[in-house]
């Protein structure tokens, strides 16, 4: 199921190992607990996922001051980002959807008006492909992607501690305290960000290592191993239900998120409030804050240019 409220996914029920079907994602009971939600579940954060250091950037000798919603950075887009905007849907066949939304010039600060298309199929084997296009009329920066919360035990098992991630990756994005990108690109190597042998997600997750005292656990980005395109980002399994979910994409990076300030989030489909750490989010993205390091992959989207990006989800027990 999906909803015109961000472009977002709300539920995706599949078999476990015995053939019992199960929701593996986090949502709400109704749609109005969407709009504004902290956590972003399921949806689609813009203009730029992620953070950008200060609310603030530089793009062709111009400095733009964006709307911020911390006092350190803007987050996925600023407060009122794509996640919270109502998109327009055109279903195009049973198992195919695309949402539209455009955005006006200055849009939470941001330069040029641009026009964004995001389109999910579902394929008889199980795999949600989605889509991701934009196009703008100015120079602008853009990052997209989409904030799913997994947990494959289904969205109301509590955590996802024992859940076993790989992540294809052989360096990550160190970070200030405020989890804002240095610049530097560490090896994972002898370090709890270490995930290219798989290992469950809790093993390392209250380790004394700076990042993970940041953010109270994993909210990290990852530089994907691989050349350009279509590659194998992240493989997350679940030895209690039997289910597996691999993640495809051309993007760059890969930020983990563990649901580590979960607390408190609205009322779910199950009828609770979800805890800290009930669902891990795999954000397939270009790398945060890239507008101020030049070094990291370009951002930027020009007139004439069209950003495209695919993510695929595959399921399966």
């Known amino acids: 199921m999906l909803t015109e409220r961000g472009a977002g996914i709300v539920s995706i029920v599949v078999p476990d190992r015995n053939g019992v079907m199960g929701d593996v994602v986090l949502g709400y009971r109704d ?4 709009l504004g939600d902290g956590p972003c579940a399921g949806k689609i954060p813009g203009r730029f996922a992620n953070r950008i ?25 600023g407060p009122d980002g794509f996640s919270n905007r109502l998109w327009k849907a055109t279903q195009t066949s049973d198992t195919r959807v695309t949402f539209t939304l455009d955005s006006p010039d200055g849009d939470q600060g941001y330069p040029g008006a641009m026009h964004v298309e995001t389109t999910y199929t579902w394929g008889d084997d199980n795999a949600l492909t989605l889509e991701i296009k934009a196009t703008a009329d100015k120079p602008t920066v853009v990052n997209l992607t989409n904030h799913t919360y997994w947990n494959l035990d289904g969205e109301d098992s509590g955590s996802i501690f024992d859940h076993v991630l790989k992540i294809n990756a052989s360096r990550w994005l160190v970070t200030s305290e405020a989890l804002i990108p240095t610049g530097e690109l560490a090896s994972v190597e002898g370090t709890p960000m270490d995930f290219r042998t ?14 993970l005292r940041y953010g109270k ?37 890969a930020q983990v998120y563990t649901g580590n300030w979960l607390d408190g989030s609205p009322v779910s489909k ?24 030049p070094d990291f992959p370009s951002c930027v989207l020009r007139p004439g240019e069209t950003y495209s990006r695919t993510i695929i989800f595959k399921l399966n027990a």
């Open 217 to 253: 656990g994993y909210d990290n980005c990852w530089v994907l191993d691989g050349q350009p395109g279509l590659k194998l980002a992240a493989e997350l399994s679940s030895e209690t239900s039997g289910r597996r979910l691999e993640i495809w994409t051309d993007q760059p990076a």
């Open 31 to 34: 749609e109005e607990s969407y």
């Open 53 to 77: 250091a200060g609310g603030c950037f530089t793009l062709d000798g111009r400095e733009y001051q964006l709307v911020k919603n911390n006092p350190d950075y803007q987050l996925h887009g």
């Open 270 to 293: 199950s009828g609770r409030s979800y805890r800290d750490y009930d669902g891990v989010a795999i954000e397939c993205q270009g790398f945060p804050d890239a507008p101020n390091h």
């Open 198 to 211: 798989a290992k469950p997600i809790g093993r390392d997750i209250k380790a004394d290592f700076p990042a």
